[in-house]
């Protein structure tokens, strides 16, 4: 059974920086997409930043040139770097990977999430 488990999440004050793991772990074949989604109280759940098996990466505007996405394709992880973070990025965030196991096909799975909260 595929799982993508979260880990890095946090309290942090307004500027500074925290990084995000998620790794990928069960029958897997490939993965194509991995990324990092996010949902704040009373918000709808939201694209981060995505990233393709190939390298090519997509930013949510809100977090262009603060946060950095990558992955290890060997490891089968992805990571978010967040700099200079504000407190409008307070959410919980969530891994998200579409998977091809061995077994049963592409499927798109999520991880179960990871605090991060800015506050002074």
């Known amino acids: 059974q595929v799982q993508l488990v979260e880990s890095g999440g946090g309290l942090v004050q307004p500027g500074g920086s925290l990084r995000l793991s998620c790794a990928a772990s069960?029958?897997?074949?490939?993965?194509?997409?991995m990324a990092w989604y996010r949902q704040a109280p009373g918000k709808q759940r939201e694209l981060v930043a995505r990233?393709?098996?190939?390298?090519?990466?997509n930013y949510a505007f809100s977090v262009t040139g603060r946060f950095t996405i990558s992955r290890d394709n060997a490891k089968n992880t992805v990571n978010l770097q967040m700099n200079n973070l504000k407190p409008e990025d307070t959410a919980v965030y969530y891994c998200?990977?579409?998977?091809?196991?061995?077994?049963?096909?592409?499927?798109?799975?999520w991880g179960q999430g990871t605090q991060v909260t800015v506050s002074s």
């Open positions: 069960g029958s897997i074949f490939s993965i194509y997409v």
């Open positions: 998200n990977a579409d998977i091809r196991d061995n077994y049963t096909g592409s499927k798109n799975y």
């Open positions: 990233v393709t098996s190939g390298g090519t990466t």
